[in-house]
């Protein structure tokens, strides 16, 4: 890892923001994270001439909805793996998938297009991996998530972050993996949850009824 003041003050920066992030009150977290979106993301802009500079074109959309879906079947799988094989597996994916109570499901799906996931691909990969590396860059993305004291989602933004980390390394533009992180967030998320986790707001759904 690369000796870098900049982005030390940025990663500090990063996991202060996290922690206030997942440690408040749960019914504003859209908001906190909006909030850590903004000034992360602004952040990478600032310091990186070549993201202020990035213009998206048909085959970044293209690709980031591909990588997307990739990414989709890779946690598709690895969600029922984490189920079976982790102790707290299934607790923990259903902790996350309960932040989806926080807000209406349009307000979640505008704050996560507009700011939250172009913003985590413009400090992770774009000001983050390009200072100190894809391998560090995807370890602090995971550590960050540290707080939540869900091993489940620490897993699984390590994993994100190595995925998209490669992708960067191997030359994808950063239009096309804010396109990806977009779809993804939005599809796993809202539209096209796990299979144990729709089942579970299926069932939520009844029991309100």
Do not use: C
């Amino acid at each position: 890892m690369r000796r870098d003041p900049v982005a030390a003050v940025g990663l500090a920066a990063a996991f202060a923001l996290f922690a206030l992030a997942f440690r408040g009150d749960r019914r504003r977290f859209w908001e906190r994270m909006t909030l850590t979106g903004f000034v992360l993301g602004n952040m990478a802009l600032a310091n990186e001439r070549e993201l202020r500079r990035s213009r998206t074109r048909l085959l970044d959309i293209a690709q980031g909805i591909g990588s997307a879906a990739l990414l989709y079947g890779i946690f598709t799988f690895g969600d029922q793996l984490a189920r079976r094989v982790m102790p707290r597996g299934e607790d923990e994916i259903r902790d996350i998938y309960a932040l989806r109570q926080a807000a209406p499901k349009d307000e979640i799906a505008l704050r996560l297009a507009t700011v939250i996931a172009p913003a985590e691909e413009l400090f992770w990969r774009g000001f983050v991996q390009r200072r100190v590396g894809g391998i560090a860059a995807a370890a602090a993305y995971g550590g960050a998530h540290l707080v939540t004291g869900n091993a489940t989602l620490v897993g699984a933004a390590t994993v994100a972050g190595i995925y998209w980390g490669l992708l960067r390394r191997l030359g994808m533009s950063m239009p096309a993996l804010i396109t990806s992180h977009i779809a993804w967030d939005v599809w796993i998320f809202l539209l096209a949850p796990t299979e144990g986790a729709e089942e579970e707001s299926s069932s939520e759904s009844a029991t309100s009824r």
